[in-house]
C-alpha cells in the first residue's frame, strides 16, 4: 500500500515538490537523535557488525577518491567494491602532482567529511534534501561500479535513501537521517585506527598512507595522523551540531 507521503508527492505541483524537498523540517525531539546515535554506535562498536556495516563506509571511501579525481581533472575507469569490505578505485592522469595527492588522500577523509555535510544540512533542518542528495550521489556512482558486488552493495543503499524518502512521513525521514549521518561522523573514525594497527604489524604495506608517503615524502605516520585528525575533528563538529549545543 502506497503511503501518504507517497501520495502527497505524487500529486504534488513542481513548485510544491521544490518546496519539499529544498524547504526545511520539524526538527526531531532529543531523544530521537540521541537514540540514533545510540543505533549508530552499536553498527560500528562490535566486531561481528562491523564486518557488515563496514560495507557503508567503504562506499564513502571509494566514492570520495572517485569524485575527487573527478574534480581535480582525473579520468575515472571505476569503483570496485568486494565482499571483505575492501574497494579500488581506479583513475588515470598524472601519476604524481596535486590531483593524485588530493585523491589519494580522500578515501579515508572521505566519510567523515560527508557526515560533517550532512550535520550541517540537518542542523539547518533540510532533512528531505539530504537524502535526495545522498540518492543522486549513490546514482552516480553506479555508473562508474564496476563488479556485481559493487553494483548490489551501492544499489541496495541507493534504495534505502530513496524509499524512505519517497514512502515515509517527517518522524522516519528525520531517524533514517540523523542514524546515517551519526553513522558516518562515528564510523569515519575507526578505519584510520583499523590502518594504524595493520602498519604496526607490517600489514598494509600500499595503503592510502603509504602512497601519499611515495607522492609527498612526508611520512605516512603524518599522513595517519590527518586521517585521525579529520575523523575527529568531524566527530565533534558534526555531534555538536546534530545535539544543537
Same mark, same amino acid.
Given at each position: 500500500m502506497i503511503s501518504t507521503a507517497s501520495r502527497a508527492l505524487a500529486a504534488s505541483s513542481p513548485a510544491e515538490l521544490w518546496d519539499r524537498v529544498f524547504g526545511t523540517q520539524p526538527v526531531p525531539d532529543d531523544w530521537l537523535v540521541i537514540a540514533t546515535a545510540v543505533v549508530a554506535l552499536a553498527a560500528v562498536g562490535p566486531h561481528p557488525v562491523w564486518r557488515v556495516s563496514r560495507n557503508a563506509v567503504t562506499i564513502a571511501h571509494e566514492g570520495g577518491h572517485g569524485l575527487v579525481a573527478l574534480l581535480t581533472g582525473r579520468r575515472?575507469?571505476?569503483i570496485r567494491l568486494?565482499?571483505?569490505?575492501?574497494?579500488?578505485?581506479?583513475?588515470?592522469?598524472?601519476?604524481t602532482g596535486i590531483g593524485m595527492i588530493l585523491t589519494a588522500a580522500a578515501g579515508y577523509t572521505a566519510p567523515s567529511l560527508l557526515g560533517l555535510g550532512g550535520a550541517w544540512l540537518l542542523a539547518a533542518h533540510h532533512i528531505t534534501l539530504l537524502l535526495w542528495l545522498a540518492t543522486a550521489l549513490l546514482l552516480a556512482m553506479l555508473v562508474m561500479i564496476r563488479n556485481a558486488y559493487g553494483a548490489l552493495t551501492v544499489v541496495v543503499t541507493g534504495?534505502? /535513501? =530513496?524509499?524512505?524518502?519517497?514512502?515515509?512521513g517527517p518522524t522516519t525521514q528525520?531517524?533514517?537521517?540523523y542514524a546515517a549521518v551519526w553513522f558516518l561522523l562515528l564510523g569515519g573514525v575507526r578505519p584510520a585506527f583499523e590502518l594504524q594497527s595493520?602498519?604496526?604489524h607490517g600489514g598494509a604495506p600500499d595503503s592510502d598512507a603509504d602512497q601519499l608517503s611515495r607522492l609527498t615524502h612526508v611520512p605516512a605516520?603524518?599522513?595517519? /595522523? =590527518?586521517?585521525?585528525?579529520?575523523?575527529?575533528?568531524?566527530?565533534?563538529g558534526g555531534g555538536t551540531w546534530l545535539l544543537g549545543l
Open positions: 575515472l575507469d571505476g568486494h565482499s571483505d569490505t575492501s574497494g579500488l578505485t581506479v583513475s588515470r592522469g598524472r601519476p534504495a534505502a /535513501f =530513496l524509499l524512505i524518502s519517497w514512502l515515509t528525520a531517524a533514517f537521517a595493520k602498519r604496526r605516520v603524518l599522513w595517519l /595522523f =590527518l586521517f585521525h585528525a579529520v575523523s575527529l575533528c568531524s566527530l565533534i
